[in-house]
C-alpha cells in the first residue's frame, strides 16, 4: 500500500469505500459457494430482480429463459453471475456521488462500454468472456481511488490532459508521480477482488509490458479501452484505424470481425445502460456514423480521398510544427526551471513551488518540512582539487538527493553549495529521519575526479511546521537557517532540527 499511502494527504488512509455487499459477493465467489451466491442476492429484493433480469437479457443470456437465482447460477456460472452482481452494486453506489466537475455517470458509462467490447474481443478470441468483463468494468477503477484522496490535484490531471494534448498517463505521472494502473493495482487485495485483476488494471494501457502468458488478454483490455474512447471522444478517425490494425495484426481477427465487434459494443451497451438504471444515452454504431460522413462528403460534392489526402498532409504538417514547438517549449522551460549544473530546480522554482505548498499546508492543515543542506568546507574543495572538481561534487551529491527522496519532494540548488528540500506531508520525526540518512550516505560516499579520491561531509538545518499553524514562507525558511547555523557553529557534519 506504499503508492497509496504516499498519495493519501492524512495520517491515515482513507480509500473510498467498497460497498459491503459487494466484498460478499466476491468472497462467495472466492469460496466456490453457490447456494451462498444466491442467498446473498435473495436479501436484497431490489439486486434479486434486477440481476434475473438482466441475466435474461440478450447480452448476458445463453439462450435458455432462467427462473431462478438458483438457475442463473447453473446456467450462467458463479463468475458471470458475480459480474452482473458486482456491476449493478457498484454503479448503484458510485453513480450517484457528488463527484463536483468529476462526473461519476460518464465513467461508469466509459467503463461499463469497455467491459461489454471486451466481452466481445474475448468471445471472438476464445478467452474468458467473465474475466475480461470484469476486468473492461474496474481497469480505470485507479480513477476513482485518485480523485478520492486528492480531487482538486485530479481535476489538474483532466484540465492538463485536455490543454497539453498528452495522455491520461502522462497526466497522471506529471501531477501525481504515479498513474491509476499502479493504484488500481493496489487496491485489488484491499476490496478483496479476484486476483487476476491485479495484472489486468496494471497493465491495460501498456500490453507490450505485460507478462507472456498474459499478453493478448491485456491486448483485449486495451482495445476494449480504445473501443470505448471512440465513442466518448473527438478526433476518433484515426484512433480507429489504429484499432482496426492492432486487432487484425495482434489478435489475428478479420476486419470485418473487428468492425461488426465496434458495432455490436454499441448495441449491447445500449441494452446495459436500459438494464443498470443509467439515464438515457445516444451511443450509435462506429459504422453509422462513418456512413453519415461520407454521405456528407458526398452531399458537398468533395472528392472524398483527395479531401483524406489533403487533411493528412495538413495534419502532419501541424503536427510537425506541433512537436517542435513543443521540444522548443520543453527546452526553455528546462532552462528557466532547472540549474545547468545539476538539473535539479532552481532557486525561482523553488520559491513558486515553496509558496503554493504553504498555500496547500494551510488548506488540508497537514504537516510540512524543509531541509536545508551545506557543503562543509566546499572552499578548500575548490582551492585543493580545482573547480572543475567543485562541480563533480555538486552535481554527485544532487544524484544521492534525488536516490533518496520521494517523487513528491522538491529539491533545488538553493546557493553555491547550498541545497534545499521542501517534503510536503512530513513531519518533523520524517524530515530530521532523511537528513540524518542522507548525511550519513555522505559521508561514507567516495568523489572522485581526475586523480583525485576523497570524502566529504554535509551540514544540515530542518525546519517543521505542525498543521493549524499560521506560519510565512519567511520564518519557515529563516528556522531552517537557523538550525544549518547551530550545525555549523557544533562542528558541521550534524543535523539540527527545530518546530517552528
Known amino acids: 500500500m506504499k503508492i497509496l499511502k504516499d498519495l493519501s494527504t492524512k495520517r491515515e488512509l482513507d480509500l473510498p469505500s467498497f460497498p459491503p455487499l459487494a466484498f460478499k459477493l466476491v468472497d462467495a465467489v472466492k469460496e466456490g459457494s453457490f447456494e451462498k451466491l444466491a442467498q446473498l442476492i435473495r436479501l436484497d429484493p431490489a439486486l434479486s430482480s434486477k440481476v ?86 474496474l481497469m480505470d477503477i485507479g480513477i476513482l481511488v485518485l480523485y478520492h484522496l486528492r480531487p482538486n490535484d485530479y481535476i489538474q490531471v483532466l484540465e492538463d490532459k485536455k ?24 487496491l485489488v487485495p484491499i476490496w478483496n477482488l479476484p486476483f487476476y485483476l491485479e495484472n489486468y488494471i496494471f497493465y491495460h494501457h501498456e500490453p507490450d509490458k505485460a507478462p507472456k502468458n498474459l499478453f493478448k488478454e491485456i491486448e483485449i483490455l486495451y482495445l476494449a479501452d480504445r473501443i470505448s474512447s471512440i465513442y466518448y471522444t473527438n478526433n476518433t478517425v484515426d484512433k480507429y484505424n489504429v484499432l482496426l490494425k492492432r486487432a487484425t495484426d495482434i489478435l489475428g481477427l ?39 460522413a461520407n454521405r456528407e462528403l458526398q452531399r458537398i460534392n468533395l472528392n472524398y480521398a483527395l479531401l483524406l489526402q489533403k487533411l493528412k498532409e495538413e495534419k502532419q504538417r501541424a503536427e510537425l ?79 544521492i538527493l534525488q ?6 519532494d522538491i529539491l533545488a540548488r538553493y546557493g553555491g553549495e547550498e541545497f534545499i528540500i521542501l517534503l510536503p506531508f512530513t513531519d518533523i520525526n520524517g524530515a530530521k529521519s532523511l537528513a540524518e540518512r542522507l548525511r550519513q550516505k555522505i559521508a561514507k560516499s567516495k568523489f572522485t575526479c581526475e586523480k583525485y579520491c576523497f570524502s566529504i561531509t554535509v551540514s544540515f538545518g530542518v525546519a517543521s511546521i505542525k498543521p493549524g499553524q499560521k506560519v510565512t514562507i519567511t520564518e519557515l525558511l529563516s528556522a531552517a537557517d537557523k538550525a ?15 518546530e517552528v
Open 484 to 498: 544549518l547555523y547551530v550545525s555549523k557553529k557544533q562542528g558541521r557534519n550534524r543535523v539540527t532540527a527545530v
Open 52 to 137: 434475473l433480469k438482466i441475466a435474461n437479457s440478450p447480452f448476458f443470456s445463453r439462450g435458455k429463459k432462467i427462473e431462478s437465482l438458483d438457475s442463473a447460477i447453473a446456467i450462467l456460472g458463479t463468475e458471470m453471475l458475480l459480474n452482473i452482481a458486482l456491476s449493478f452494486v457498484l454503479i448503484k453506489f458510485f453513480a450517484k456521488k457528488d463527484g463536483g466537475k468529476f462526473d461519476f455517470l460518464h465513467f461508469w458509462r466509459r467503463s461499463l462500454t469497455a467491459a461489454v467490447a471486451a466481452s466481445l474481443l474475448a468471445e471472438a478470441c476464445n478467452y474468458s468472456q467473465e474475466k475480461l468483463y470484469l476486468g473492461g468494468l
Open 163 to 186: 490543454i497539453e494534448g498528452i495522455s491520461i498517463i502522462e497526466a497522471e505521472r506529471k501531477v501525481f508521480g504515479v498513474t491509476h494502473p499502479e493504484v488500481g493495482k493496489e
Open 321 to 399: 510544427l506541433a512537436k517542435k514547438l513543443k521540444e522548443k517549449n520543453r527546452f526553455l522551460m528546462e532552462i528557466a526551471l532547472k540549474d545547468a549544473l545539476t538539473g535539479l530546480y532552481n532557486r525561482h522554482y523553488f520559491q513558486k513551488r515553496l509558496k503554493e505548498e504553504i498555500e496547500r499546508y494551510h488548506r488540508y492543515k497537514n504537516f510540512l518540512s524543509v531541509i536545508i543542506l551545506d557543503i562543509d568546507h566546499f572552499k578548500e574543495i575548490n582551492d585543493k582539487y580545482g573547480h572543475l572538481c567543485g562541480d563533480e561534487v555538486l552535481k554527485n551529491l544532487a544524484n
Open 254 to 292: 478479420s476486419l470485418q470481425n473487428i468492425e461488426n465487434i465496434i458495432d455490436k459494443t454499441a448495441n449491447k451497451t445500449k441494452e446495459i445502460f436500459e438494464m443498470f438504471d443509467l439515464p438515457k444515452y445516444e451511443i450509435i454504431p462506429y459504422s453509422l456514423i462513418l456512413a453519415e
Open 403 to 408: 536516490e533518496e527522496t520521494r517523487k513528491s
